[in-house]
């Protein structure tokens, strides 16, 4: 086992935090894909490699560019906008537009 692996786990049970094994991803970030490494185990349990994984709603990306995550952000901007023309249409007032505004778009915007 590698020694900041078994750094870090003595780390968490020494403060009380489990590391879920079945849970815990391996992401490798390097410019080329032809570095061959060997996988991490713990108690005989092979950490699997990713190349993506998600992380409190926002998926990290290998190639640790952003252009899915600002594609997302503005794809479900773009849905909620829309909705918020069809409560301008049917003439919801403005301090109720904005409500809708300040609780269902900009959170979407402002996020991660």
Same mark, same amino acid.
């Given at each position: 086992?590698?020694?900041?692996?078994? %750094?870090?786990?003595?780390?968490?049970?020494?403060?009380?935090?489990?590391?879920?094994?079945?849970?815990? %991803?391996?992401?490798?970030?390097?410019?080329?894909?032809?570095?061959? *490494?060997?996988?991490?185990?713990?108690?005989?349990?092979?950490?699997?490699?990713?190349?993506?994984?998600?992380?409190?709603?926002?998926?990290?990306? /290998?190639?640790? %560019?952003?252009?899915? /995550?600002?594609?997302?952000?503005?794809?479900?901007?773009?849905? /909620?906008?829309?909705?918020? %023309?069809?409560?301008?249409?049917?003439?919801?007032?403005?301090?109720?537009?904005?409500? *809708?505004?300040?609780?269902?778009? /900009?959170?979407?915007?402002?996020?991660?």
């Amino acid at each position: 086992m590698d020694l900041n692996l078994t %750094k870090l786990l003595d780390w968490s049970s020494s403060n009380y935090m489990n590391v879920n094994i079945k849970k815990t %991803k391996e992401m490798i970030i390097c410019p080329s894909n032809s570095n061959v *490494f060997s996988p991490l185990r713990v108690a005989d349990v092979e950490i699997e490699l990713v190349d993506v994984f998600k992380l409190l709603g926002v998926y990290i990306y /290998r190639s640790l %560019k952003w252009d899915e /995550r600002v594609r997302s952000i503005c794809n479900k901007a773009a849905s /909620r906008i829309h909705f918020l %023309k069809q409560l301008k249409r049917s003439s919801v007032s403005p301090d109720d537009l904005f409500h *809708f505004y300040a609780t269902m778009i /900009r959170p979407v915007l402002e996020y991660a």
